[in-house]
């Protein structure tokens, strides 16, 4: 028992000098330029410790990212009433400003992108009355209102904030509402 417990600690301690490498790495290098033998140098762990941990460099970035941003929309899910989501969704982008960009300077976006596309798809799911609108309508309707929903906030984050809050929320709900009653037509 007492191995098992110190070969666990060995994996995650490993699995997060991984990370901590490969996130420093990211600071002066995009994605594509970086090689695993970089990363476990940085880390000062073995070749074969990455493979026990990861498959990809995506892999390291997707398991430090997505445990994030799960429980950040969990929350939103769970504890915020309904008529403050979309506010407590804009306040989630407003928190990961710094993680986003870097994402986009250093070619890791589409790793953000799609676990927060999934986290979308939860969202709506569970926030938007599906009378009248068939399955495959709702999948597709989820993944266009994801897309957009990212790109609008991207968009936002990345001009610098010009708009308010409150006009990114207005031009989402517009958006929302108007293709479901397209939908429903």
Known sequence: MAATKHAQQIKQDSQEYLTTALLQLLENKDLAEITIAQVVRRAGVSRMAFYRNFETLSDVL???FKPQIDARFNDIMTNTPQDQKIAALGQFFTDMTDTFNLAAKRGFEPIIQTVFNENM???YKETINWNDISVAQQTYWVKFMS????AIWRE???NGQKESIEAIHEILAMFQQSTLAALKE
């Open 147 to 150: 897309a957009g929903v990212y």
């Open 121 to 123: 798809a939860t969202f």
């Open 62 to 64: 997707t398991a430090y």
């Open 156 to 158: 936002w984050l990345s």
